[in-house]
């Protein structure tokens, strides 16, 4: 039976043998970059020939071309171009090598493990760094055990490469790999196996970085102390945490600090009161932002006298930390913040304020919502929207008047929020009357966030102003309350 004849789509190139030869007869001639774009045309072709030709041009002289010749095969081929691609893990140019591994580990399956452990084997530092990083790209955990290896390598760029491969795989086999770089002499290799076992989570790492919280180089007994407080290390071993509190140099303190913050622990406490009176502002201030996830009792007895610091950095801290207490006490702290003699602390209060969602925050917002700061003015407003709920409309129409202009768009924002029939009547009529462009647009898109259907007929109205982008504005907030 004589098959059917193949018509080809249209718009696909065809090549016959004969023009196929003619072609490629024609691109030995060319340089490489020409070479390269004919296999890129040839590629799009898909032809039996065109694989053929691609998988000739992995011998091509040109180590361009080869590079080019094998990304194309596997963009063709897929998985059915490893076979042809795997030798290439060893050319003579690392360019060429490094393409290869890429290639393969993007492409992935069973068949890329050999030819990627021949790349981890090579005599190229650069072509070891580039495998075992891709590896961890790809976080292909069947090579722990190769990057593991790796991490006796004499280069200590690969060491490197290898234990930021482990921390990013980051399965259990991984961790005694990186607990023995741990004690490698490069300190990039250092900070990346005690990243790693951070991230880990396993508590056996403790015993380790018990160690090294104890040792000479404050480097190394920085990079120790927040994983060392992740891992819980505060609330099994009191006695470092402790000590690590009072080191002598401070970025020590600041980095036990911010791992007690990742991990709130009421084990803390004693290291933090005592970290209260540092001579450093900067670790005052991060001893509240600690402070501030730890459960129970006890933490705001350590926040007060950090409201009155000297620094008003540190006072700020201590408004936010505040902010997320439940505690009854908190409100005091943050009411007698309110006067606060520098603009910055007294708008953390009102975001603090805002953050609990309290219709008892309002008295302290309105004074805030007077404050001669701008910015103190508009931060109480955007909180009197999510705290006040109605009652706070009167206050929140009034800042429409205010001077400053991120002030007046705070109140709308607010009243977008508040979001009752009386509030978006307001908005509306902003929409409608003001002559400030962003003010308007503000305002459209609070009708539209709010899908207020009594502001459809205004909306398509305003679909047909003169400004482009208030007629773009009016579109998108008609679409998204549905017409």
Not at 256 to 261: C, I
Not at 417 to 446: C, D, H, K, N, S
């Amino acid at each position: 039976m004589i098959p059917p004849k193949r018509t080809p789509r249209a718009g696909t190139p065809v090549l016959c043998a004969c023009a196929l030869g003619l072609v490629l007869g024609t691109a030995q001639a060319q340089d490489p970059a020409a070479r390269v774009a004919e296999l890129r045309r040839l590629s799009d072709a898909g032809s039996a020939e065109a694989v053929a030709e691609l998988k000739r041009s992995l011998a091509d002289p040109e180590p361009d071309v080869r590079a080019a010749a094998l990304q194309l095969l596997a963009k063709t081929s897929g998985r059915d171009a490893i076979p042809a691609i795997a030798p290439l893990v060893e050319d003579e140019s690392e360019n060429v090598a490094v393409s290869a591994v890429a290639t393969l580990l993007r492409l992935g399956g069973e068949a890329i493990a050999e030819p990627v452990r021949k790349a981890l084997r090579s005599s190229s530092p650069r072509l070891r760094s580039q495998t075992a990083s891709y590896i961890g790209d790809h976080r292909d955990a069947r090579f722990v055990e190769d990057l593991g290896r790796l991490l006796g390598d004499p280069n200590p760029g690969v060491r490197r490469t290898a234990a930021e491969a482990l921390r990013a795989i980051g399965t259990p086999q991984t961790a005694r790999y990186l607990l023995a770089a741990t004690a490698d002499q490069d300190r990039g290799v250092i900070r990346s196996a005690i990243q790693g076992l951070a991230a880990l989570g396993d508590a056996s790492a403790l015993p380790r970085l018990v160690v090294l919280c104890g040792s000479e180089d404050a480097w190394v007994r920085r990079e120790a102390a927040e994983a060392f407080a992740r891992l819980g290390g505060v609330e099994r071993h009191g006695e470092v945490a402790a000590r690590l509190a009072g080191d002598k140099d401070e970025t020590v303190v600041l980095a036990l600090l911010e791992g007690v913050r990742a991990r709130p622990s009421r084990d803390a406490l004693p290291a933090l009161r005592e970290l209260a009176g540092h001579s450093t502002a900067r670790v005052r201030a991060q001893v509240a932002a600690a402070a501030k996830g730890i459960p129970g009792a006890g933490v705001l007895e350590l926040l007060r006298p950090l409201a009155s610091d000297r620094d008003a950095t540190v006072r700020r801290a201590a408004v936010v930390a505040a902010g997320q207490r439940e505690e009854a006490g908190a409100w005091e702290l943050l009411r007698a913040a309110a006067s606060d003699t520098d603009a910055l602390v007294r708008a953390a209060v009102a975001g603090a304020l805002g953050e609990r969602g309290s219709a008892q925050a309002l008295p302290t917002l309105k004074t805030l919502a007077k404050d001669p700061d701008d910015l103190v003015r508009a931060t109480a407003l955007a909180a009197a929207g999510r705290a006040g709920g109605s009652a706070a409309l009167p206050l929140v129409e009034e800042a429409l008047q205010d001077a400053n202009a991120n002030v007046r768009l705070e109140a709308v924002r607010a009243l977008r929020e508040i979001g009752t029939p009386e509030a978006l009547a307001r908005v509306r009529t902003v929409a409608r009357e003001t002559q400030e462009l962003a003010l308007r647009l503000t305002a459209i898109r609070a009708l539209g966030e709010r899908r207020d259907r009594e502001a459809i007929p205004l909306l398509r109205e305003l679909s047909q102003h003169p400004a482009e982008v208030v007629r773009k504005a009016a579109r998108e907030a008609l679409d998204a309350i549905g017409r």
